[in-house]
């Protein structure tokens, strides 16, 4: 079909396929020659082996009935890669109608989701508005990059913005804010030689580029009393974060939130809180970046300022948002004024 929702006037209510036997219909609507996560297809399925007399009981447990799941489904695959590959301005239509059904494919698909692999298309942080598939991603990489970068997040216009992505210092990542992005990666771990990775891990490696500056030679630029200013931030917010630690990993951002270690990896939190499971988020380490213009004007004032609280809860509050987990966003409007009249002054 040419869209995914079932309109008032389509004939076709119910997921599957008509089944004929010779030419003779044995049943309306087959779910059983398809995986579930391709049930949006509609056709027929013609099979000159099954019986005439089979009963409806028996479709099911009929070997027949398994091989030519095998087939007709190993057939449609081929035929949306052929598409793909001959038609990638068409394929792209079908995947804005149809793409979460594959991403559920991989998510569900016990025996080969690598059979899928190929028909992802993906947003990433280098070309937000075209549709990139991981071959397309794998054919940019740096020489030196070894590993596929994720970000996760709610949608692409913020997510573009996160911090995390000023981690990976120039690197292409995959934007995944659909939700089921989250369940699909869980699979998705691997894709021909290279691992994907999540750039808001706080382990994440990257390789190192000739001539860049070392962390070490980082942290000896670092301005005025480090240690000090991690005491104000950590004073400010308390019970709010698991630790706050400077990071020389920023440098466009002034800090980010990340999971504390042996904390649940972010997309095992983000499924459970899509599930509604009973699940709190736990505490964030927040890692400030202590070269940024505003940690270091943020160190120029008095620590009893209420200004210097102002910044700081302006920091974290921010770094809240970006991730998605902000409890109330219009509460930030009365502090940003504050900022803002301290700025005109």
Do not use: C
């Amino acid at each position: 079909p040419s869209s995914a929702e079932r309109g008032l006037f389509v004939l076709r209510r119910e997921p599957g396929l008509k089944l004929y036997a010779r030419k003779v219909l044995i049943q309306e609507y087959n779910k059983d020659l398809l995986p579930e996560y391709l049930g949006f297809v509609q056709g027929v399925v013609d099979s000159e082996d099954l019986p005439l007399n089979v009963s409806r009981e028996t479709i099911q447990s009929n070997r027949v009935m398994t091989n030519l799941k095998k087939l007709v489904t190993s057939k449609l695959l081929d035929t949306l890669k052929k598409l793909a590959e001959e038609d990638p301005e068409k394929y792209t239509t079908f995947w804005r109608e149809f793409g979460r059904f594959l991403k559920q494919g991989v998510a569900m698909d016990e025996r080969d989701p690598e059979a899928l692999y190929p028909l992802l298309r993906f947003h990433t942080s280098t070309q937000p508005e075209a549709w990139s598939s991981l071959e397309d991603y794998v054919s940019r990489m740096a020489p030196d990059q070894k590993s596929i970068y994720y970000i996760m997040g709610d949608d692409d216009r913020s997510v573009i913005y996160s911090p995390h992505l000023d981690v990976i210092r120039g690197y292409e990542a995959l934007l995944l804010t659909d939700p089921v992005d989250a369940f699909m990666i869980m699979r998705l771990v691997k894709y021909k030689d290279f691992n994907l990775e999540n750039v808001a891990s706080p382990n994440l490696q990257l390789p190192e580029k000739a001539g860049e500056k070392t962390e070490e030679e980082l942290a000896d630029k670092s301005v005025g009393d480090t240690a000090a200013l991690v005491e104000r931030f950590k004073a400010e917010l308390g019970e709010r974060v698991a630790d706050v630690r400077s990071t020389n990993k920023l440098s466009e951002a002034p800090a980010r939130l990340v999971n504390p270690s042996g904390a649940l990896a972010a997309e095992m939190q983000r499924a459970y809180r899509l599930l509604n499971h009973e699940f709190d988020v736990p505490k964030k380490v927040m890692e400030i970046n202590p070269r940024h213009p505003i940690v270091v004007g943020l160190e120029a004032l008095p620590g009893d300022s209420p200004l210097a609280k102002m910044v700081i809860e302006q920091i974290y509050e921010d770094a809240l948002l970006i991730e998605g987990l902000h409890p109330d966003p219009a509460a930030m409007v009365q502090r940003i004024q504050k900022l803002i009249e301290e700025a005109l002054k």
